[in-house]
């Protein structure tokens, strides 16, 4: 059974730094692409970051480009999004999700597994 768990959330400053953590069970990640999105309260879902199932390939929405940086350890079976210089309006809930796919990202109804989500507040 695919199983994705994040880890690594909680309540941070504005300009704090945080990493979070997707840890894969059940399946080899290395052969997934992996996506991070994310979910404010009473906000759609938002893509913000995808990486190839090498990790060769990258991708940053806008907003936190320069600010996230997405990684993975395949030997570790896991991803990680490291995100520096938080803002107040990045809270939310975050999620990973897995496809096997070659393409580094995908429709966010293509994933086929997704984590439960870690909770991120940035406040003073």
């Known amino acids: 059974q695919l199983q994705l768990v994040e880890s690594g959330g909680g309540l941070v400053q504005p300009g704090g730094s945080l990493r979070l953590s997707c840890a894969a069970s059940?399946?080899?990640?290395?052969?997934?692409?992996i996506g991070w999105f994310r979910q404010a309260p009473g906000k759609e879902r938002e893509g913000i970051s995808c990486?190839?199932?090498?990790?060769?390939?990258?991708f940053y929405v806008q907003s936190v480009k320069g600010r996230f940086t997405i990684s993975r350890d395949n030997a570790k079976n896991t991803a990680y999004l490291q995100m520096n210089d938080l803002k107040p309006e990045e809270t939310a809930d975050y999620y990973c999700?897995?496809?096997?796919?070659?393409?580094?990202?995908?429709?966010?109804?293509?994933?086929?597994?997704w984590g439960q989500g870690t909770q991120i507040t940035v406040t003073s």
């Open positions: 999700a897995a496809v096997r796919s070659n393409i580094m990202c995908v429709r966010a109804r293509d994933y086929e597994s």
């Open positions: 059940g399946f080899i990640l290395g052969y997934y692409a």
């Open positions: 990486i190839s199932s090498s990790g060769s390939m990258t």
